[in-house]
């Protein structure tokens, strides 16, 4: 860990200043020790400093210091992880506070698998996670499935408009190329162009979670209810409960973003290879938080949160966000419901109006204590003109981890030469293929009406 620490106090200052403040060392990490508020905010400023810190790599970044950059993030993610496992450790023995923090790995206890006197000894290795966390970066899973040259998502993207210029940009070209004029992007280079419309998502810094799929439907397990224990006597028959899982299918559905440019503009641009992934990116970003937030559900759109049935309700019946009272229904109505609230997502202009309300003297109103430890994530995807006046949107509460967003791992892109030909134009279009699932649907509640 100390090549990753010190990558970290060179490239991530400020969150080293952070750790400080909670008490905590860079060297030896403990999760266990902090408060819970600086347990939550060691968390966040690791994650955003990771994203922000991987965000400044670009092909003109020298290869030592790209490196160091990685391992930063590495480090800066494996803290963040460290801090959501410890959160949720605490939220399942019911306290918050630190703790003694013992080790079980470190205990002796007998290999988990079969025994040889039954079928050979046939010990597996532990299960792969199917899905990545809010922070963990796609391009690795994919570096694992693939032996894909390496490239980066704005070379290749460059190459198919201008012409390869390397050895690897042609085999990358050749190999992706389809019956159809259009060219599938390499496994890695998809998994990179995913991983920047993450960085740009407020679904992912929630922390919903992101599931590579490699077919066209894919089953998901989902929780329809929770098992009723009861007590019994010796040989009494155990107590019968509903049914706690059932499947949801994950049918990716093609997300599609088109740019245009000038011929001179793709043949001279300097920063071309580093703004066109970028631009893709972030407004693929900005329609995968709409759609998993506020989806119809309606063909091709999939379904977002605020369409699901089996949401937990709550008391708030609508209107202005005077002071924190909406939130504090929501809290109260996950909490009754056995849910954890890990993030709001609201709409950019009632995030404003909660940061701009005064107490009678005229200063600003004190966030209950219990909300200060909240994120209070803005997205401008979701509309505020709804309702009968046009002026009502939605704040979103819950737990995002419970949140699964299908990606196929492989992107397409499409160049059209004639279409724009007449203005001297390229068409640049890439097209993903997306869908969610919730894995608890009464993990979210949704205040509907907000007015301002």
Not at 53 to 78: C, G, M, N, Q
Not at 108 to 115: A, H, I, K, L, R
Not at 275 to 289: S, T, W
Not at 385 to 401: N, P, V
């Amino acid at each position: 860990m100390t090549t990753h620490a010190n990558a970290v106090r060179k490239h991530a200052q400020n969150f080293v200043a952070t750790l400080r403040k909670a008490g905590a060392d860079l060297d030896d990490f403990e999760p266990h020790r902090l408060s819970w508020q600086d347990l939550c905010k060691v968390e966040r400023d690791a994650r955003s400093t990771a994203k922000e810190i991987i965000a400044s790599v670009t092909d003109a970044t020298p290869e030592a210091r790209a490196a160091e950059i990685e391992a930063a993030f590495d480090a800066l993610t494996e803290i963040a992880d460290d801090c959501g496992a410890d959160k949720d450790a605490r939220t399942e023995r019911g306290d918050r506070g630190p703790w003694a923090g013992v080790d079980l790995d470190r205990r002796p206890m007998f290999e988990s698998g079969s025994s040889s006197a039954v079928d050979g000894g046939d010990h597996g290795q532990a299960p792969e996670a199917f899905a990545l966390r809010s922070g963990e970066p796609m391009r690795q899973w994919a570096q694992a499935r693939s032996h894909d040259a390496g490239i980066t998502p704005g070379a290749f993207l460059r190459a198919i408009v201008t012409g390869a210029k390397s050895e690897t940009e042609q085999r990358a070209l050749a190999g992706g190329t389809d019956a159809a004029g259009g060219y599938t992007v390499p496994t890695v280079t998809s998994a990179q162009l995913i991983d920047l419309a993450r960085a740009n998502m407020v679904l992912d810094a929630a922390g919903a979670q992101t599931m590579p799929l490699d077919s066209a439907e894919n089953v998901v397990a989902k929780v329809t209810a929770d098992p009723t224990p009861a007590w019994r006597v010796e040989n009494a028959a155990v107590n019968e409960s509903d049914p706690t899982f059932g499947g949801v299918i994950l049918k990716p559905k093609s997300i599609a973003v088109m740019v245009k440019a000038s011929v001179e503009l793709m043949a001279d641009s300097l920063n071309l290879e580093t703004e066109l992934p970028n631009v893709l990116a972030k407004a693929m970003a900005q329609e995968i938080d709409r759609v998993g937030l506020i989806g119809s559900g309606t063909d091709p759109e999939p379904t977002g949160i605020v369409n699901y049935g089996g949401l937990t309700s709550n008391s708030f019946a609508g209107g202005a966000l005077t002071g924190y009272g909406p939130l504090m229904a929501a809290r109260g109505a996950l909490h009754g419901a056995n849910e954890r609230l890990g993030a709001f997502i609201m709409a950019s202009r009632d995030e404003n109006d909660l940061a701009s309300l005064t107490a009678s003297d005229g200063q600003p109103l004190n966030m209950p204590r219990v909300l200060k430890q909240v994120p209070m994530l803005h997205t401008s995807a979701i509309p505020t003109d709804g309702g009968a006046g046009s002026d009502e949107s939605q704040i979103i509460a819950g737990d995002f981890s419970q949140l699964m967003i299908g990606v196929r791992s492989s992107i397409r892109v499409e160049i059209l030469r004639e279409r724009f030909m007449d203005n001297l134009q390229f068409g640049l279009i890439a097209h993903a293929r997306i869908d969610f699932a919730a894995a608890r649907e009464s993990a979210f509640t949704v205040l509907d009406g907000v007015t301002s």
